[in-house]
């Protein structure tokens, strides 16, 4: 299986950055897909940005699109979620998924709070 460990996060002031960390371990041949979601407080879990490891093609969310960069680097079996100009909006539960065939596998966790 694989597993995903996050790092990163915690709180800053609005217009600044945080980088958040999520690597894998195990079968990490076998991804295929790499998503980072949030989950702000009474909100639905959603899907900000996402990346397809045979291609390096990526998506966003409209609301964090030309702010927020996803990335990996190979080497570290790391997946990167650069966030900047921070709103008090991108407050919320960060989590990593990774898709392989017939399963997804989630990262634990961290929050982030945008907040003067």
């Known amino acids: 299986q694989v597993r995903l460990v996050q790092s990163g996060g915690g709180m800053v002031q609005p217009g600044e950055s945080l980088r958040l960390s999520c690597v894998a371990s195990?079968?990490?041949?076998?991804?295929?897909?790499v998503g980072w979601y949030r989950q702000a407080p009474g909100q639905l879990r959603e899907l900000v940005a996402s990346?397809?490891?045979?291609?390096?093609?990526?998506n966003y969310a409209d609301s964090v699109l030309g702010r927020f960069t996803i990335s990996r680097d190979n080497a570290k079996n790391t997946v990167y979620l650069q966030m900047n100009s921070l709103k008090p909006e991108d407050t919320g539960d960060y989590y990593c998924?990774?898709?392989?065939?017939?399963?997804?596998?989630w990262g634990q966790g961290t929050q982030v709070t945008v907040s003067k």
């Open positions: 195990g079968d990490t041949l076998s991804i295929k897909t």
């Open positions: 998924g990774a898709s392989v065939p017939g399963d997804y596998f």
């Open positions: 990346l397809l490891t045979t291609s390096g093609d990526t």
